[in-house]
């Protein structure tokens, strides 16, 4: 059973940065997609970021390209989600998620595992 462990969560002001990781338990090298995605209260769950394993390729939401930066460092097996120029629309719960192939999409039945969330609130 793979463990994905978030954490850099936290309350901070419009602006702002953050910088959230994600951490796997697979004993051996991860190779697969990685995503992150957020949900806010009474909404969907929403594409926010992913990362590709054979060529790094990335993707972004359209609300926070510019903004979030996702990148990954392998012999920690971990994803990063550095988040700048933070808004309250930013504020969710974030959920780091794991692909069922070393690509990734922006689809939620593309991912077979997931953190438990770490919660993001950005006062104005």
């Known amino acids: 059973q793979v463990q994905l462990v978030e954490s850099g969560g936290g309350l901070v002001q419009a602006g702002d940065s953050l910088r959230l990781s994600c951490t796997s338990s697979?004993?051996?090298?991860?190779?697969?997609?990685m995503a992150w995605f957020r949900q806010a209260p009474g909404k969907e769950r929403e594409f926010v970021a992913a990362?590709?394993?054979?060529?790094?390729?990335?993707g972004y939401g359209d609300s926070v390209r510019g903004r979030f930066t996702i990148t990954r460092d392998r012999a920690k097996k971990t994803v990063y989600l550095q988040m700048n120029s933070l808004k309250p629309e930013d504020t969710a719960a974030y959920y780091c998620?794991?692909?069922?192939?070393?690509?990734?999409?922006?689809?939620?039945?593309?991912?077979?595992?997931w953190g438990q969330g770490t919660q993001v609130t950005v006062s104005s």
């Open positions: 998620a794991r692909a069922r192939s070393d690509g990734w999409t922006r689809t939620l039945n593309s991912y077979d595992y």
């Open positions: 697979e004993r051996t090298s991860i190779s697969y997609g």
């Open positions: 990362i590709g394993w054979s060529t790094d390729v990335t």
